[in-house]
């Protein structure tokens, strides 16, 4: 399988998961985290990059801290939109882009937006 079809695997998996709890109550993110080490799709035979391991822990961390806030600013009648940049250069950015250029180089290229400089 694909890293991008055990990505998608992930998501539809981690979305359950996240259907199934209450983000303001203080087990959640426990419960969260012991039902998401049971997930097929997230067994170290599945993940074998650390690259996409690094990755899938980083969109479990956005989407946990998406599903609070929104209940949390929901509830204050809150609508909120964001435009994601693409790649923002931070140390360790900018570290991954001199060890892998090439690959950098494809996901700034693939970015709509341009820099204002």
């Known amino acids: 399988m694909s890293e991008s ?10 979305h359950a998961v996240a259907r199934q709890g209450d983000a ?13 080490k049971d997930l097929p799709c997230l ?33 204050r009648g809150a609508r909120i939109n964001t435009i994601s940049p693409g790649v923002i250069v931070t140390p360790l950015a900018y570290d991954e882009f001199n060890a892998n250029v090439a690959g950098y180089q494809r996901m700034i290229d693939a970015t709509p937006m341009r820099s204002s400089r």
């Not at 303001?24 to 998401?36: G, K, N, V």
């Not at 993940?47 to 929901?74: D, R």
């Open 5 to 14: 079809g055990l990505f998608d695997d992930y998501l539809k998996e981690l």
């Open 24 to 36: 303001r109550e203080e087990s959640f993110y426990p419960a969260l985290a012991d039902m998401l």
């Open 43 to 75: 067994s170290p035979d599945r993940i074998t990059n650390s690259g996409t391991a690094y990755i899938v822990s980083k969109k479990a961390n956005h989407l946990q801290v998406q599903y609070a806030a929104a209940h949390e600013w929901g509830e």
